[in-house]
């Protein structure tokens, strides 16, 4: 069943008129075709519309939706041949990043993303995609590997943030997040990530310090959330919506900033309502950057890399 | 200062009204009142409960580096409020606020100077300065720093000091997470010493970049470092925190820093940790 969101629910009205005069005309009463095929236009007409200038807030709230294609569904639709890895070598398996060698196109790749899960049982245990230490040196291990093997590095990037826990703080929370992002400056491989859904701060930054770096359409990439923002600087978390604007977190502002480098676009009424067509895109997309980068040496690929981050903010 | 006015100063209760407010400091920590003299003496750590109070770049210079002589660098000028961000105030007016208060460009300055007679780069970060929070100009004055140790092939000492990220410059201050790290990497690259002085508080971002990224880490006692805040953890795991939790003493137990070292013996070990570590004395040994 389809999930709607607060402002989608003139749509969601439309919808749910259209089901019930489907329910009307299988019982035989009255030809309503005419009736029907003139309510659905309408409501791909509004869905349009309102996608078209979502505010940052209903962004946020579309980037977190659950039904929203996550780390699995790129896996499955996009990979063959795909070998998890698991673990850092050192105190545990997280599974709020999964990782592993893929084969996207043809081609092999190491593939590193965050995984929110999709229902309870799932959720608990990816920890909602928020990642502790072990899944940040995880991601080191990994991304050490495709280094070393020249693999390049594609990631997909979707957390709420790394977790906030007293475990993961005494266990180096903050410097398991500093040395992955050092390790995605020094790889010597092509390194592409896509923010997918929700690029919360530096758990997302951890794996998304790379050379091309693309963002689906509604997602959001932020220093902190609406939520925090808004209950720092407004002291009041109500304030989410101001804090969504004022930060400048969706894709449209990010590439104007230069913080990101594509947007991919997304299927009418965002990526939740057509997962096929969603990966498709992010799949050749990735292919496209990936082809450009492959023609460079090791060095000039970190090298790059390293300059791009060292001008930002100028 | 007479003999009577010594003694009743050394008793706080009675001489509180009758001498002026900036002769005493109230330690934040213990509430004894004493004599600034004697407590800036003591560099600026409280000589009743050892304490160590937060000072900004100028002070810290001048206790760090050898005879407190120093050469202060010019900070890098960056685009000013990129995102023209306002929350209940202009970013631009809590700058104007934070220059006026703190007498400062923005959080973070850099000198350089001699450590136990070898140089070195020393870069202070400023909680003052809106909480030392990390935006364009504390990433750009970072990047100064470690360059202008590269090109005097002597080690970059930093003390770090922030509340996290500058919000108000959005995505652009977590960008600085990735710079700094930049130039972290630049320093190993080079065979110089990054040395991290962690001093209260230092959490968030800055905590998860170069704070966490040094060739040797210090902190000074009682120190908050910690990537969460306190208030984030509870409200996420809805528990109280253990004593001590996120202090200096707790991240030597966690095995996140090498030591934690008194104020007083700071400039000394680093100036021994300078000395094996300098490029030109590996050289010349
Ligand atoms: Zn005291």
Same mark, same amino acid.
């Given at each position: 069943?389809?999930?709607?969101?607060?402002?989608?629910?003139?749509?969601?009205?439309?919808?749910?008129?259209?089901?019930?005069?489907?329910?009307?005309?299988?019982?035989?009463?009255?030809?309503?075709?005419?009736?029907?095929?003139?309510?659905?236009?309408?409501?791909?007409?509004?869905?349009?519309?309102?996608?078209?200038?979502?505010?940052?807030?209903?962004?946020?709230?579309?980037?977190?939706?659950?039904?929203?294609?996550?780390?699995?569904?790129? /896996?499955?639709?996009?990979?063959?041949?795909?070998?998890?890895?698991?673990?850092? #070598?050192?105190?545990?398996?997280?599974?709020?990043?999964?990782?592993?060698?893929?084969?996207?196109?043809?081609?092999?790749?190491?593939?590193?993303?965050?995984?929110?899960?999709?229902?309870?049982?799932? #959720?608990?245990?990816?920890?909602?995609?928020?990642?502790?230490?072990?899944?940040? #040196?995880?991601? /080191?291990?990994?991304?050490?590997?495709?280094?070393?093997?020249?693999?390049?590095?594609?990631?997909?990037?979707?957390?709420?943030?790394?977790?906030?826990?007293?475990?993961?703080?005494?266990?180096?929370?903050?410097?398991?997040?500093?040395?992955?992002?050092?390790?995605?400056?020094?790889? #010597?491989?092509?390194?592409?990530?896509?923010?997918?859904?929700?690029?919360?701060?530096?758990?997302?930054?951890?794996?998304?310090?790379?050379?091309?770096?693309?963002?689906?359409?509604?997602?959001?990439?932020?220093?902190?959330?609406?939520?925090?923002?808004?209950?720092?600087?407004?002291?009041?978390?109500?304030?989410?919506?101001?804090?969504?604007?004022?930060?400048?977190?969706?894709?449209?502002?990010?590439?104007?900033?230069?913080?990101?480098?594509?947007?991919?676009?997304?299927?009418?009424?965002?990526?939740?309502?057509?997962?096929?067509?969603?990966?498709?895109?992010?799949?050749?997309?990735?292919?496209?950057?990936?082809?450009?980068?492959?023609?460079?040496?090791?060095?000039?690929?970190?090298?790059?890399?390293?300059?791009?981050?060292?001008?930002?903010?100028? | 200062?007479?003999?009577?006015?010594?003694?009743?100063?050394? !008793?706080?209760?009675?001489?509180?009204?009758?001498?002026?407010?900036?002769?005493?400091?109230?330690?934040?920590?213990?509430?004894?009142?004493?004599?600034?003299?004697?407590?800036?003496?003591?560099?600026?750590?409280?000589?009743?409960?050892?304490?160590?109070?937060?000072?900004?770049?100028?002070?810290?210079?001048?206790?760090?580096?050898?005879?407190?002589?120093?050469?202060?660098?010019?900070?890098?000028?960056?685009?000013?409020?990129?995102?023209?961000?306002?929350?209940?105030?202009?970013?631009?007016?809590?700058?104007?606020? +934070?220059?006026?208060?703190?007498?400062?460009?923005?959080?973070?300055?850099?000198?350089?100077?001699?450590?136990?007679?070898?140089?070195?780069?020393?870069?202070?970060?400023?909680?003052?300065?809106?909480?030392?929070?990390?935006?364009?100009?504390?990433?750009?004055?970072? &990047? &100064?720093?470690?360059?202008? +140790?590269?090109?005097?092939?002597?080690?970059?000492?930093?003390?770090?000091?922030?509340?996290?990220?500058?919000?108000?410059?959005?995505?652009?201050?977590?960008?600085?997470?990735?710079?700094?790290?930049?130039?972290?990497?630049?320093?190993?690259?080079?065979?110089?010493?990054?040395? &991290?002085?962690?001093?209260?508080?230092?959490?968030?971002?800055?905590?998860?970049?170069?704070?966490?990224?040094?060739? &040797?880490?210090?902190?000074?006692?009682?120190?908050? !470092?910690?990537?969460?805040?306190?208030?984030? !953890?509870?409200?996420?795991?809805?528990?109280?925190?253990?004593?001590?939790?996120?202090?200096?003493?707790?991240?030597?137990?966690?095995?996140?820093?090498?030591?934690?070292?008194?104020?007083?013996?700071?400039?000394?070990?680093?100036?021994?940790? !300078?000395?094996?570590?300098?490029?030109?004395?590996?050289?010349?040994?």
């Amino acid at each position: 069943m389809q999930t709607y969101l607060d402002f989608e629910k003139p749509v969601a009205q439309l919808a749910e008129r259209v089901a019930e005069l489907r329910e009307t005309a299988a019982e035989g009463a009255v030809n309503i075709d005419a009736e029907i095929g003139r309510l659905e236009a309408k409501a791909d007409r509004l869905l349009r519309d309102t996608y078209r200038q979502l505010n940052a807030w209903q962004k946020t709230q579309v980037a977190r939706h659950p039904n929203r294609p996550h780390f699995k569904h790129y /896996v499955d639709a996009l990979a063959t041949d795909f070998v998890p890895l698991a673990g850092d #070598r050192n105190f545990g398996e997280d599974r709020a990043i999964l990782g592993g060698l893929a084969t996207l196109n043809g081609r092999r790749v190491m593939l590193i993303g965050h995984e929110k899960g999709d229902d309870t049982a799932s #959720r608990l245990r990816h920890n909602f995609g928020m990642a502790k230490p072990e899944g940040y #040196r995880k991601a /080191v291990r990994l991304m050490e590997l495709a280094s070393r093997f020249g693999l390049p590095l594609v990631t997909i990037v979707d957390t709420a943030g790394a977790f906030p826990g007293i475990q993961a703080e005494e266990r180096g929370q903050a410097e398991a997040v500093a040395r992955s992002i050092e390790t995605c400056l020094s790889l #010597r491989v092509p390194f592409v990530a896509v923010v997918t859904g929700e690029g919360g701060s530096g758990g997302a930054l951890a794996i998304a310090a790379a050379n091309r770096v693309l963002m689906l359409e509604h997602a959001v990439y932020s220093v902190i959330t609406p939520e925090g923002c808004a209950s720092i600087l407004w002291r009041t978390a109500d304030r989410a919506p101001d804090a969504a604007d004022a930060m400048r977190m969706t894709a449209t502002d990010l590439e104007g900033l230069g913080v990101i480098d594509r947007i991919v676009p997304e299927p009418l009424g965002g990526a939740h309502r057509d997962h096929a067509a969603t990966v498709r895109a992010v799949g050749e997309a990735i292919g496209a950057e990936l082809d450009a980068l492959c023609t460079k040496s090791g060095r000039e690929l970190r090298d790059e890399r390293r300059a791009k981050f060292l001008r930002m903010g100028g | 200062m007479s003999w009577l006015d010594r003694v009743r100063n050394s !008793i706080p209760f009675i001489a509180k009204r009758e001498t002026a407010e900036n002769l005493w400091h109230k330690c934040g920590k213990c509430g004894s009142m004493v004599f600034v003299k004697e407590w800036e003496d003591n560099l600026n750590v409280c000589p009743r409960c050892d304490h160590h109070d937060r000072i900004g770049p100028r002070r810290r210079f001048a206790q760090l580096f050898d005879s407190g002589r120093y050469q202060l660098m010019a900070e890098p000028i960056v685009a000013e409020d990129p995102l023209r961000f306002r929350d209940t105030k202009r970013y631009t007016d809590r700058l104007k606020a +934070a220059r006026a208060a703190t007498r400062e460009r923005d959080a973070f300055q850099n000198a350089r100077g001699c450590i136990g007679g070898r140089e070195a780069v020393v870069g202070v970060q400023s909680f003052a300065f809106m909480g030392g929070s990390m935006g364009a100009a504390v990433g750009a004055a970072f &990047v &100064v720093g470690a360059r202008e +140790a590269l090109q005097h092939r002597c080690p970059y000492v930093v003390v770090t000091a922030a509340g996290g990220a500058r919000m108000q410059e959005g995505i652009l201050s977590l960008m600085q997470m990735a710079r700094t790290a930049v130039a972290v990497s630049q320093l190993k690259d080079a065979g110089l010493p990054f040395l &991290v002085i962690l001093s209260d508080p230092t959490t968030g971002g800055v905590t998860a970049s170069y704070a966490m990224l040094g060739d &040797v880490h210090l902190a000074e006692p009682g120190a908050l !470092i910690g990537f969460a805040g306190q208030r984030v !953890i509870e409200q996420t795991i809805r528990e109280k925190l253990p004593e001590g939790f996120q202090r200096a003493e707790y991240l030597l137990e966690h095995g996140m820093v090498d030591a934690v070292v008194h104020r007083k013996d700071l400039a000394g070990t680093l100036a021994q940790l !300078i000395a094996y570590l300098s490029p030109r004395e590996r050289e010349a040994a």
